[in-house]
């Protein structure tokens, strides 16, 4: 489950398939929304959350830029969910079959370059050339990573811990009959402990933390 969690800040393994298209629309912001939902909160580029600095900020990219597509600028398919630090640093870069930046709905993002920790490994010249075009490594990003990854790794014992406590009242309410209120507010306090950390959680990940598996 931590791995499940810790990975929704991973570049993705597989290919995203998109919904259909939501629209049309006469104008790509009205696409905003769909794409926040579509890729999880999250900035298809550098995997940020919106969660923590708000969606407001977060904008619509235009994969292949419009200034140059005026034909794609309303085109679902050429529209990602991006933070504001790589919409701007992607500005007009135009990926081509020789050199791309690596996207979810046509790329195995992570066979191009992938996190360990605040770290970035590249494994393609296409990895490369996003991690230098986006300044994936710059030191603001990385320490906002590293903020992330120790504020996410105290949620996840926490929630460990609540999960462990939650299941031990919950099997002696089945044996100690004479204690079922006490253990009932214990149940309701820890769940109630829970949701929150949950909702941190999901701050940061930009995703539901979904009930253990
Ligand atoms: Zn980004």
């Known amino acids: ?5 810790l990975g929704a800040l991973l570049f993705p393994t597989n290919i995203h398939r998109r919904e259909s298209d939501p629209g049309p629309y006469a104008h790509y912001s009205s696409y905003k929304p769909h794409l926040k939902r579509e890729f999880r909160r999250k900035c298809v580029y550098c995997r940020a959350s919106d969660g923590l600095i708000g969606d407001e900020v977060f904008g619509v990219d235009h994969y292949l830029p419009k200034s140059k597509f005026p034909h794609l600028a309303n085109n679902w398919l050429n529209l990602f969910y991006a933070c504001p630090r ?6 007009e870069f135009v990926s081509t079959p ?9 790329h195995l993002m992570a066979q191009h370059l992938q996190y360990e920790g605040v770290d970035i490994v590249t494994h393609t ?6 991690t230098e075009l986006l300044r994936l490594r710059e030191e603001r990003r990385r320490r906002r990573r590293d903020l992330i990854l120790a504020a ?17 009242y919950e099997s002696r309410l089945e044996k100690e009959e004479g204690k079922r209120e006490t253990l009932e507010v214990l149940i309701e306090e820890t769940s109630e402990e829970l949701e929150r950390v949950n909702g941190r959680i999901e701050l940061l990940i930009g995703e539901p933390v979904t009930a253990e598996p």
């Open 1 to 5: 489950m931590d791995e499940r969690i």
């Open 152 to 168: 996410l790794r105290g949620l996840l014992e926490n929630r460990t811990e609540l999960l462990r406590e939650l299941t031990s």
């Open 86 to 91: 790589c919409n701007v640093l992607k500005s």
């Open 125 to 130: 010249k296409h990895g490369d050339c996003m």
């Open 98 to 106: 020789e050199l791309f930046l690596p996207s979810p709905c046509e």
